[in-house]
């Protein structure tokens, strides 16, 4: 069950919560691949610290309860790549947690500050899906589909495109942390050898635009 907040306020599974800190910088360190490539690593690394293409993903504490549902306060507009990374991996509703596919396609929503887009037109996105149950209220309480308006996009295909994350580089003096500019890296791009990823990214395809007044249950 999702967790609420004053019972009005949705908190999701993949939100990040007070408590939660990221592991230090000096956990990190330089190796090399199989193919003898160098790249980013942890001094201790399990491998879980990796995904299932071979990226580095950041270590941040989690805070579970009883439950084993994330306790806390919410830090709202901050996700967890923990929890993200699963849900998005296998597919699951960033509230409640349970199987998000449906006979119908994969249901997920966007920000409509572009527009609505074309059925022909690949689109990337870092946010999981949503089970029916949710759609709606995260439609209406969810800051980033509030601000603009929503669409819902039902996907019949949605593959694995990258993640986005922080660059990092070797230097004489050590490794140095990039810029980042939240543009998602492919699978593959040998960038992503000094890549610490915080969000997994598919892309929608074969998707059609649809009605959640007519396609979800009343909340």
Same mark, same amino acid.
């Given at each position: 069950?999702?967790?609420?907040?004053?019972?009005?306020?949705l908190?999701?599974? @993949?939100?990040?919560?007070?408590?939660?800190?990221?592991?230090?910088?000096?956990?990190?360190?330089?190796?090399? /691949? %199989?193919?003898?490539?160098?790249?980013?690593? +942890?001094? /201790?690394?399990?491998? &879980? /610290?990796? /995904?299932?293409?071979?990226?580095?993903?950041?270590?941040? %504490? &989690?805070? @579970?309860?009883?439950?084993?549902?994330?306790?806390?306060?919410?830090?709202?507009?901050?996700?967890?790549?923990?929890?993200?990374r699963?849900?998005?991996?296998? *597919?699951?509703?960033?509230?409640?947690?349970?199987?998000?596919?449906? #006979? =119908?396609?994969?249901?997920? *929503?966007?920000?409509?500050? =572009?527009?609505?887009?074309?059925?022909?037109?690949?689109i990337?996105?870092? &946010?999981?899906?949503?089970?029916?149950?949710?759609?709606?209220?995260?439609?209406?309480?969810?800051?980033? *589909?509030?601000?603009?308006?929503?669409? $819902? *996009?039902?996907?019949?295909? $949605?593959?694995?495109?990258?993640?986005?994350?922080?660059?990092?580089?070797?230097? #004489?003096?050590?490794i140095r942390?990039?810029?980042? =500019?939240?543009?998602?890296?492919?699978?593959?791009h040998? =960038?992503?050898r000094?890549?610490?990823?915080?969000?997994?990214?598919?892309?929608?395809?074969?998707?059609?635009?649809? +009605?959640?007044?007519?396609?979800?249950?009343?909340?």
């Amino acid at each position: 069950m999702p967790t609420m907040k004053n019972n009005s306020r949705l908190v999701p599974y @993949i939100t990040a919560r007070e408590g939660e800190e990221a592991d230090s910088f000096l956990a990190l360190r330089a190796s090399f /691949d %199989s193919e003898g490539h160098s790249r980013l690593a +942890y001094w /201790d690394e399990t491998r &879980q /610290d990796r /995904d299932v293409r071979g990226t580095l993903w950041a270590r941040v %504490s &989690q805070s @579970i309860g009883a439950d084993r549902l994330p306790t806390g306060e919410p830090k709202w507009h901050l996700v967890h790549p923990a929890r993200q990374r699963e849900t998005m991996l296998l *597919l699951k509703c960033q509230v409640c947690v349970t199987n998000a596919r449906t #006979p =119908d396609g994969i249901l997920f *929503l966007e920000s409509k500050k =572009d527009g609505i887009p074309a059925a022909s037109t690949p689109i990337r996105t870092a &946010q999981p899906p949503l089970c029916r149950r949710h759609a709606r209220i995260a439609a209406k309480r969810f800051p980033y *589909l509030a601000e603009h308006g929503h669409v $819902a *996009l039902l996907a019949q295909s $949605a593959p694995l495109y990258g993640v986005i994350g922080t660059p990092h580089m070797y230097s #004489p003096s050590g490794i140095r942390v990039l810029a980042g =500019d939240n543009v998602p890296v492919p699978y593959g791009h040998p =960038d992503l050898r000094w890549f610490l990823a915080s969000q997994l990214v598919r892309t929608l395809r074969a998707f059609r635009v649809v +009605y959640l007044n007519d396609f979800v249950p009343a909340a």
